[in-house]
């Protein structure tokens, strides 16, 4: 039984898009402060990635669960491998009273961590952490749930989220916000939030069908333009990086250069296979990792460990997933009209 809650918590944690958003955020904020400050103070580091790690994986993801499983989103029967929840419901992992213990304690980690950085740090840093968490916990939360009205979930929802997780790295190092920081860091949120869209491709069906109807950006825009929402996004996140590199430092280009290959798979994405949503969605995380990642060890060397720390992460997430028979295939590039591939 045991074995079975810690895979739970553990899948509930859903370490690939962490990685993408809290992970990569955190380490471009340490290290744009590095680079305008000159040192990072690794206690500080470890307490922002905690802090952002727990707002997203935990207190965020419970609350979502518990509520798509409520709505029906993710009890629909439509094949999906990265979306419709961490699936810990569905397999019997954890109950519904297990995901409220998961949110609970993780929002008491996220307060005493909130107080520590309040007499330790700066007073203001408290602001972004609360309004990270409330921005996460509103997500899916009843009445407001920015994840069910279409742009919302988006803009009041993940980019100011990623947004909020660099900057409090940010902060947290260098005790002072900048423009610089602002402007680097939107082009990650922008990367995000086009890996956001396409994630509810292959939830469309679900979504509509769901009590209330979970009326996202793909369902109020349709499979086209949704396509097109996402791939532009994705350029304006590569038009940030680019400022960042025209302004701030070459290293930024790279990031710009990874991101536009990422547009280009936004851009050519059927939103009706399942194959191929799931193959370019990996890709799409991908690239978003390793643009944020290597910007930042250019700009601050001794992160390079996050690399492969992150690269460690990703594999552990996917061992643990073991996608069905069905989809084992879509982590490679298999032709997209393999026959149980694609949705009903």
Not at 86 to 99: A, F, H, P, Q, Y
Not at 150 to 169: I, Q, R, Y
Not at 194 to 202: E, I, N, Q, S, T
Request: aromatic residues 10%.
């Amino acid at each position: 039984m045991w074995r079975r809650k810690a895979l739970g918590w553990f899948l509930e944690f859903r370490t690939i898009p962490v990685l993408l958003w809290s992970y990569t955020s955190v380490a471009l904020g340490t290290a744009l402060a590095s680079f305008e400050g000159g040192r990072i103070d690794l206690l500080w580091f470890l307490v922002a990635m905690a802090l952002a790690g727990l707002v997203q994986g935990w207190v965020t993801h419970a609350i979502n669960e518990i509520f798509d499983w409520r709505s029906g989103t993710d009890r629909h029967a439509s094949p999906r491998a990265l979306s419709g929840g961490s699936k810990v419901l569905n397999l019997g992992l954890l109950t519904e009273r297990d995901l409220w213990i998961v949110f609970l304690v993780s929002t008491a980690g996220v307060a005493g961590l909130a107080v520590v950085v309040a007499a330790m740090r700066a007073w203001w840093l408290v602001l972004l952490i609360a309004a990270g968490y409330a921005l996460g916990l509103v997500y899916t939360l009843p009445p407001v749930s920015t994840a069910y009205r279409p742009l919302a979930g988006e803009f009041l929802g993940g980019f100011p989220g990623v947004l909020l997780a660099g900057l409090g790295a940010y902060g947290i190092q260098a005790l002072r916000l900048s423009w610089t920081a602002v402007v680097a860091l939107s082009a990650h949120a922008f990367v995000c939030t086009a890996m956001l869209v396409m994630h509810h491709y292959l939830d469309a069906g679900s979504d509509a069908a769901a009590v209330p109807v979970k009326r996202t950006s793909v369902v109020a825009l349709g499979a086209r333009r949704a396509r097109v929402y996402a791939a532009g996004l994705a350029v304006a996140g590569a038009i940030a990086y680019g400022i960042a590199g025209a302004f701030v430092h070459p290293a930024f280009f790279l990031g710009s250069a990874l991101t536009l290959a990422a547009s280009a798979l936004h851009a050519r994405t059927d939103p009706s296979s399942l194959q191929a949503v799931t193959r370019n969605e990996l890709r799409v995380i991908q690239l978003g990792i390793a643009a944020g990642l290597s910007v930042s060890v250019l700009l601050a060397p001794p992160l390079w460990p996050l690399a492969p720390i992150a690269a460690a992460g990703y594999l552990a997430h996917l061992a643990a997933v073991a996608p069905p028979p069905a989809l084992a295939r879509a982590w490679r590039a298999a032709p997209a009209a393999h026959g149980r591939g694609r949705p009903k």
